[in-house]
């Protein structure tokens, strides 16, 4: 027969294995914020020289690590895409005077007639 004491057992027996189940879990997550955290922290000391602060470092602790893999991700991109090349200032000369304007003009309305 079941008696309190039995059900006590099994019901703790039950806690303390799903405790331990929990813990192991969460140690995971844990080492794994901490590896991507670290990660951080190292490329951030070899972009600007200096270490990452403490307050970051707290700020970096409460997240959660699919924001820190996308930080880790951007951190170890070396180069960032090309928006362009330098422009040429000789590539258009802008007409100084009124004189050159109008010679411009009549350029481009003879070009345009005999083409």
Known sequence: MLTNDKIASVLEAAAN???EVEGEKQAAINAERDKLITAIGE???AATGEDIPDSVLLKLSSTDNELLGTLEKL????ESDSLGEVADINDYSAPMTV???AEIADDRFLNWLSS
Do not use: I
């Not at 951190?75 to 070396?78: F, G, T, V």
């Open 99 to 101: 004189k050159e304007a």
């Open 75 to 78: 951190a170890e991109s070396k």
């Open 43 to 45: 490329k951030y000391a």
């Open 17 to 19: 294995y799903l405790d």
